[in-house]
Antibody
Framework: QVTLKESGPGMLQPSKTLSLTCSFS??????????VSWIRQPSGKSLEWLAA???????YYNPSLKSRLTVSKDTSNTQVFLKITSVDIADTATYYC????????WGQGTLVTVSS | EIVLTQSPTTIAASPGEKVTITCRAS?????MYWYQQKSGASPKLWIY???KLASGVPNRFSGSGSGTSYSLTINTMETEDAATYYC?????????FGSGTKLEIK
C-alpha cells in the first residue's frame, strides 16, 4: 500500500524559506521510472505543479518558480524534500506530495500559511 | 506553458442525467488526465491516457478527445459524483491543470 505524508511548518513569515518533507512507504524511489512531485493548491483554487525528482535523481522544476525551488531526496529513498525561498502571501496553499505519473498517489497535504 | 481551459466552471445535474465536461488545450497534447477532488480531500486520479478509468472508477465515467479538445462524460449522474474535476496534461513541461469544473447535484 502506497502512502505519502507531507510535513511542514504550518505558518511562516514572508521572506523566509519554506521547508517541506514528504515521507512515503509502499514504493521505492530507486525503482526505474518512479517520480515524486510536489503540487500545491491555494484554498478554493486549482492545482499548480512545482517540482519533481525521479528515480535517477534528475530534478524538474516549474519555470515560473525555478529560481526559488530546490527538490531533493534522502539517500535511503524514503523521503523527498522541497525548499521554497523568499516566500510571500501568494505561497499560502496546501502542499501535496504525489507519487508516480500520472499522479496516482497523493498525500493528505499540508497547509502552509505565509503571514506576518 | 500549455493552458488548459475547462468548461463549464460549475454545473448542476440531476441524478440520472448525462454530464459532459470539456477541457481545451492551448496547444496539442498527446493525452489528457482527469482528477476528482471532493471537499477537504486530496485529488484522486480518475481518468488517465485520455480514456482509461483509474482503479475503482465506475464505468458510467468515460473520457475522450484528441489534439486540443478533450472531455469527461458521466453517462448517468449519481449523487456521489458531486465533486470538482480537473484536467491535466504533461505533454510538455511544466505539467498544467485546468481551473476545475465543480459538479453539483440539482
Amino acid at each position: 500500500q502506497v502512502t505519502l505524508k507531507e510535513s511542514g511548518p504550518g505558518m511562516l513569515q514572508p521572506s523566509k524559506t519554506l521547508s517541506l518533507t514528504c515521507s512515503f512507504s509502499g514504493f521505492s524511489l530507486s525503482t526505474s521510472g518512479m517520480v515524486v512531485s510536489w503540487i500545491r493548491q491555494p484554498s478554493g483554487k486549482s492545482l499548480e505543479w512545482l517540482a519533481a525528482i525521479d528515480w535517477d535523481g534528475d530534478k524538474y522544476y516549474n519555470p515560473s518558480l525555478k529560481s526559488r525551488l530546490t527538490v531533493s531526496k534522502d539517500t535511503s529513498n524514503t523521503q523527498v524534500f522541497l525548499k521554497i525561498t523568499s516566500v510571500d502571501i501568494a505561497d499560502t496553499a496546501t502542499y501535496y506530495c504525489v507519487a508516480g505519473f500520472p499522479f496516482a498517489y497523493w498525500g493528505q497535504g499540508t497547509l502552509v500559511t505565509v503571514s506576518s | 506553458e500549455i493552458v488548459l481551459t475547462q468548461s463549464p466552471t460549475t454545473i448542476a445535474a440531476s441524478p440520472g442525467e448525462k454530464v459532459t465536461i470539456t477541457c481545451r488545450a492551448s496547444s496539442s497534447v498527446s493525452y489528457m488526465y482527469w482528477y476528482q477532488q471532493k471537499s477537504g480531500a486530496s485529488p484522486k486520479l480518475w481518468i488517465y491516457d485520455t480514456s482509461k478509468l483509474a482503479s475503482g472508477v465506475p464505468n458510467r465515467f468515460s473520457g475522450s478527445g484528441s489534439g486540443t479538445s478533450y472531455s469527461l462524460t458521466i453517462n448517468t449522474m449519481e449523487t456521489e459524483d458531486a465533486a470538482t474535476y480537473y484536467c491535466q496534461q504533461w505533454s510538455s513541461t511544466p505539467p498544467t491543470f485546468g481551473s476545475g469544473t465543480k459538479l453539483e447535484i440539482k
